[in-house]
C-alpha cells in the first residue's frame, strides 16, 4: 500500500499501523474463514486486540484507551478489516458508537464505569438504536423510557444490536416523550445483566457472520436515573453525532475489505493463464483492475480527509456529518464494486469457499446499509449541498 503523497504518517502512525497488520495477518487471517463458517464470536482474538489497545485507540489514556488520534484508528482498522471485517466491525462499534458517545457526552462518573472496561479490552459495549419498525427513521422509536423516582422503566425491543449475544454494556435509545417524536429520544447507559433486559436470537446473516446480532428486549428493566446519557430529549443528537463517527469506521471496514479483494484479483490476474497469456494482460480484465485500483484509492483520500474533518471538529465543536457521509457512501460502493470483480476475475474459483473472496463479496454488502444506508448518505450529502434541514 503507498504511502499518499498529501498525507506524511508519524512514526507513531506507522507502529501501530504496523502492529496491527502483523496482528491481523498471524492471528485473524488464519482463523477468519472458520469462525465465518462457525458464526462463533472470536472472544480470544478480540481479547487480545483490546489488550493491545485497538479497542478505545481515541479515548484518553486517563479511560484506558490509546490516547491517540483519528488517523492511528483508520489506519488500525483498515488492516483488521483487511484480514476479516468482523473482528473490525466489533472494533469499530467499541471506539465509535459506545465510547466516543459516552466521551462527548457523558460523565465523569460514567466515563469511568462504562468506558474504562470497554476501551482498556477487558469488557465488550454494543449499540442500540434500531427498531423493527425503525431502520433509518430513528425519530420512529417505539420503545418507552418511562422516569419512576430515581430510576427509568425501559420497555421495548431492538434489532440488529452488533455484539448484542456478548457486550456487557449497551448505550440505548429510547423515547421518553413520544410528542415531540426526535426531540423525544433519550439515551441511556444499561449494564447487560441488568433484570428484565433478555437478550432476543441471533441473527442469521449473510456476511461478517463471526460478528454477533441480535435483538434486545426490555421489559421493566429498571435503569438508575444516573445512567441518563446526556439529558432527556438529547437522545436524537447524540445518536446522530455519534453515527458521524461510525460512519468512518464502516467506510474503513469497506476499504479493507475492497483492499483484500483487490490483492488476491491482482495476483490471480497476473498469475492465472488463458490462451497462453496471463489474464491481466487482456482489457477486460486489466480495465478492472485499473478500475478497482482507482475506487480504492479514492476511497483511502475521503477517509482520510473525514479523519482530518472529525480532529478539527475536536478543538472547535464543529460537524463533519458531510466527510463521514461521502466516505462512507463512496467507500462502501467501491467494497460492493471491487468485491463482485474480484469473484469475477476468479471466475468459478471465486465463487468456491476454498477462497475467501466469495466472503469478501458477502462481508461488503453490509457496508451499504449499516450506520446508514446508501440512500441515508445520499440525503445527507444532497441536503448538506443544497442547504435543506
Known sequence: MPELAMFSLSAEHKMIRDAARDFAQNEILPIAAEFDESGEFPHKTIKKMGEMGFMGIEISEEYGGAGMDTLAYVLTLEEICKADASHGVIMSVNNSLYCHGITKFGTEEQRKKFVVPIASGKAIGGYSLTEPQSGSDAGAIKSRATHDGDHYVLNGRKSWVTSGPVADYFVVFMMTNPEKKQKGVSAFLV????????????????????????????????????????????????????????????????????????????????????????????????????????????????????????????????????????????????????????????????????????????????????????????????RSELGFK
Open 191 to 382: 449494564e447487560g445483566n441488568t433484570p428484565g433486559l433478555t437478550r432476543g436470537k441471533k441473527e442469521p446473516k449473510l456476511g461478517i457472520r463471526a460478528s454477533a446480532t441480535s435483538e434486545l428486549i426490555f421489559e421493566n428493566c429498571r435503569v438508575p436515573a444516573e445512567n441518563l446519557l446526556g439529558k432527556e430529549g438529547e437522545g436524537f443528537k447524540i445518536a446522530m453525532t455519534v453515527l458521524d463517527a461510525g460512519r468512518i469506521g464502516i467506510a474503513t471496514q469497506a476499504l479493507g475489505i475492497a483492499e483484500a479483494a483487490y490483492e488476491a484479483a491482482r495476483q490471480y490476474a497476473a498469475e492465472r493463464e488463458a490462451f497462453g497469456h496471463p489474464i491481466g494482460s487482456f482489457q477486460g480484465t486489466g480495465f478492472k483492475i485499473a478500475d478497482m485500483k482507482t475506487r480504492i484509492e479514492a476511497s483511502r483520500l475521503l477517509i482520510y480527509n473525514a479523519a482530518m474533518a472529525k480532529e478539527k471538529a475536536k478543538k472547535d465543536g464543529g460537524r463533519y456529518s458531510l466527510e463521514a457521509s461521502m466516505a462512507k457512501l463512496f467507500a462502501s460502493e467501491t467494497a460492493m464494486y471491487v468485491t463482485h470483480q474480484a469473484v469475477q476475475i476468479h471466475g468459478g474459483m471465486g465463487y468456491s469457499k476454498e477462497l475467501p473472496v466469495e466472503r469478501y463479496f458477502r462481508d461488503a454488502k453490509i457496508t451499504e446499509i449499516y450506520e446508514g444506508t446508501s440512500e441515508i448518505q445520499r440525503l445527507v450529502i444532497s
